[in-house]
């Protein structure tokens, strides 16, 4: 009764998840609960609770045998984005606040830890005013939100005092929502490459649109308005492993798989063409709007595989150090929208936003040191390369921040209870597209913090 409980609140608690996103390496957390991340988010090799079932669930197995201990964690993501053009004032992203809740419960009896949980997996997001230069002269607002959460259901198992094996079945759901404005040009070039294709005879008086260079597309499917996010479920899973080296010395290995999502679809979303030029033959200025289905085609969230090492090098001073390859480059070669809509006679677009995303590598460092017998203190950094090319980078998709230098700590009120907290510093990063893809350049920086409540029993 008491899992079939936890489970039903943990469910609950997932229907009041909104307006959660914006991570840091990529679109991931650079680390999941407050232990992991102040330490530079080096989670491969040692015990960090509840976490562990969203970084590596072999880890779950260091746990001491008769542990029970349920966490309660709440973070804030405060990213700071300015796009800027040469000809223009700055925009400043106004999606400056992001909340992230997770809760989980692990339990070990004998060789066997298993537990549930929910975490958010990461995601990003952005939002501009009407009169900003992102906007294309559309005079409305831009914005993006992408967020990806889980369900988690992992067991860990020692199949030797020194080894352990564990795994995780993850139930992952997804929302995205973007209004999105786009010059015709811009359009028109994704048409000439071959990555824009419309249908239906609607789309007669799209070349027409296209050659109006004062012309502006916009697309919205966002909750912010009279639209709705486009959402989408699935599954994912993880496999990892820990081994006592030596009796100071453990090392540990994880993967995780790429998310298995069906396409995320919303309806009643909307595409505007704003036709400055007069070229669809209505007067000039004329906005014509088309209520439909919009399709994100196969969105997932990418492979992470990795290993670490946890090396206690006094009583009172562990050091951890991790290593892991997040698998970008097949995920986000593109984002793939498809619309269709019965206004206008009806019209089917087919297009692909080239990305281009690299693969990612990721390295961890922290430590540990335990000043008495309640307190804990930890401090680390977390270093990776920027994704994102600089000519497919845009103030939608800023996930470009390369550095997170982390400090943090753990108190022990009680026997059974205990509080840890953890602050991450994201030093700024800027990205400049060439000329060719528009010569505008975005500033992202980021001050985090996470606070975890736990309780044992």
């Not at 893809?437 to 980021?446: C, E, F, L, R, V």
């Amino acid at each position: 009764m008491k899992i079939i409980k936890i489970v039903v609140l943990l469910l609950a608690a997932t229907a009041m998840v909104s307006n959660l996103a914006h991570a840091t390496n990529g679109m991931l957390m650079e680390g999941y609960g407050p232990i992991s991340t102040a330490m530079g988010g080096a989670y491969m090799a040692y015990d960090n609770g509840a976490g562990a079932m969203a970084n590596n669930p072999a880890t779950l197995g260091l746990m001491g045998e008769g542990t029970s201990r349920a966490d309660v964690a709440l973070g804030l993501l405060c990213p700071d984005v300015v796009a800027r053009h040469p000809s223009m004032p700055d925009a400043d992203s106004d999606g400056t606040v992001y909340y992230m809740p997770a809760a989980g419960w692990v339990q070990k009896q004998e060789r066997l830890a298993f537990g549930v949980g929910m975490f958010i997996q990461g995601g990003m997001g952005t939002e501009y005013e009407e009169s900003d230069w992102v906007g294309a002269g559309s005079g409305l607002p831009t914005r993006s939100e992408v967020g990806m959460g889980n369900v988690i259901v992992p067991v860990a198992y020692d199949i030797t005092p020194d080894l352990t094996i564990g795994g995780s079945l993850d139930f992952v759901w997804g929302w995205m929502g973007f209004q999105m404005a786009m010059p015709a040009g811009q359009m028109g070039g994704l048409a000439a490459s071959g990555n824009l294709t419309a249908s239906g005879a609607g789309a007669l008086g799209l070349p027409g649109f296209l050659s109006g260079v004062t012309n502006i597309g916009y697309f919205d499917f966002s909750d912010t308005g009279s639209t709705e996010n486009a959402d989408a479920t699935g599954l994912a899973g993880k496999l990892g492993m820990t081994y006592k080296v030596l009796e100071k010395l453990t090392l540990g290995t994880t993967y995780h798989s790429e998310s298995r999502l069906g396409d995320f679809k919303a309806s009643g979303a909307q595409m505007r063409m704003i036709d400055n030029a007069g070229t669809m033959g209505g007067a000039a200025g004329t906005t014509y709007t088309l209520t439909g289905d919009i399709n994100l085609v196969d969105f997932q969230f990418p492979e992470t595989y990795g290993a670490g090492l946890a090396y206690q090098a006094t009583d009172d001073l562990m050091l951890v150090a991790d290593y892991k390859r997040i698998g970008w480059a097949r995920v986000m070669k593109d984002c793939h929208i498809t619309f269709s809509s019965t206004d206008l006679g009806g019209i089917n677009l087919d297009m692909r936003l080239p990305q281009n995303w690299q693969d990612q590598d990721v390295f961890n460092f922290g430590l540990a040191y335990q000043t008495t017998v309640a307190l804990t203190l930890r401090a680390g950094v977390n270093l990776a390369n920027n994704p994102i090319p600089d000519n497919t980078v845009s103030p939608l998709f800023p996930a470009i921040v390369k550095r997170h230098y982390t400090i943090g700590a753990g108190y022990a009120f009680f026997k059974k209870s205990e509080v840890n907290a953890s602050l991450a510093y994201v030093p700024k990063v800027t990205s400049t597209t060439p000329a060719t893809s528009g010569g505008y350049s975005i500033d992202h920086s980021q001050l985090n913090w996470q606070l975890m409540y736990t309780y044992r029993f």
